[in-house]
């Protein structure tokens, strides 16, 4: 089965760090690009960042650059989420999902498999 | 930044045909993609590259696009089909994604 399951999350203070994990089973890893989508309670999705295939392209939102860190092993068929300088707005469930991404016209990038996610709160 | 409009709820009896909108600038250039949450779970796709269905997406889940806005149809609705309903693409540069705020379909 194709399973994406997270790991890592918890209780931090504010200005505190956290890396998050998500392990990837029953697919080719390093065939696809993958992401990091969170939900902070009550509220809707939001996009967090993308990491290409090689790790070559890597792309955060405005509201985490310069804050969080993608990477990626694909020997280790790894996701991860390094947060750094956490708030309280980054309270939120954390979600890795794999993206179907076209890089020619016409675009494409969506994401057809997510983990559960991981419950990060931010708070003192 | 680039934004996706939803309409916060839409409701609809059983049986029913609920159309979903989705608005922003780039859709008229960029695919538009549906996701399904039902409450504490992760979400679905159930519409890819503006009308594509995924293996398993019951058929009654469709979906279209006129210019800038596209709509997700969910012909006879069942109560089962009472969730979260999120829109998503891509910026103009392609670089990076965003959700519309999500619409709750409400099976009366």
């Known amino acids: 089965d194709v399973q994406l399951v997270e790991s890592g999350g918890g209780l931090v203070k504010p200005g505190g760090s956290l890396r998050l994990s998500c392990a990837a089973s029953?697919?080719?890893?390093?065939?696809?690009?993958m992401n990091w989508v969170r939900q902070a309670p009550g509220k809707g999705l939001e996009w967090v960042s993308s990491?290409?295939?090689?790790?070559?392209?890597?792309y955060y939102a405005d509201s985490v650059k310069g804050r969080f860190a993608i990477s990626r092993d694909n020997a280790k068929t790894s996701l991860y989420l390094q947060m750094n300088s956490l708030r309280a707005e980054d309270t939120a469930v954390y979600y890795c999902?794999?993206?179907?991404?076209?890089?020619?016209?016409?675009?494409?990038?969506?994401?057809?498999?997510w983990g559960k996610g991981i419950t990060v709160t931010v708070s003192s | 930044s680039y934004e996706l409009t939803q309409p916060p709820s839409v409701s609809v009896s059983p049986g029913q045909t609920a159309r979903i909108t989705c608005s922003g600038d780039a859709l008229s250039k960029r695919f538009a993609y549906w996701y399904q949450q039902k409450p504490g779970q992760a979400p679905v796709l159930v519409i890819y590259?503006?009308?594509e269905r995924p293996s398993g997406i019951p058929e009654r889940f469709s979906g279209s696009s006129s210019g800038t806005t596209v709509t997700l149809t969910v012909s006879g609705v069942q109560a089962e089909d009472e969730a979260d309903y999120y829109c998503q693409s891509t910026d103009s540069s392609g670089s990076y994604q965003v959700f519309g705020g999500g619409t709750k379909l409400t099976v009366l």
């Open positions: 029953g697919f080719t890893f390093s065939n696809y690009y």
């Open positions: 990491i290409s295939i090689t790790s070559s392209y890597i």
């Open positions: 999902a794999r993206a179907l991404v076209g890089t020619a016209y016409p675009y494409y990038h969506y994401m057809d498999v």
């Open positions: 590259n503006d009308n």
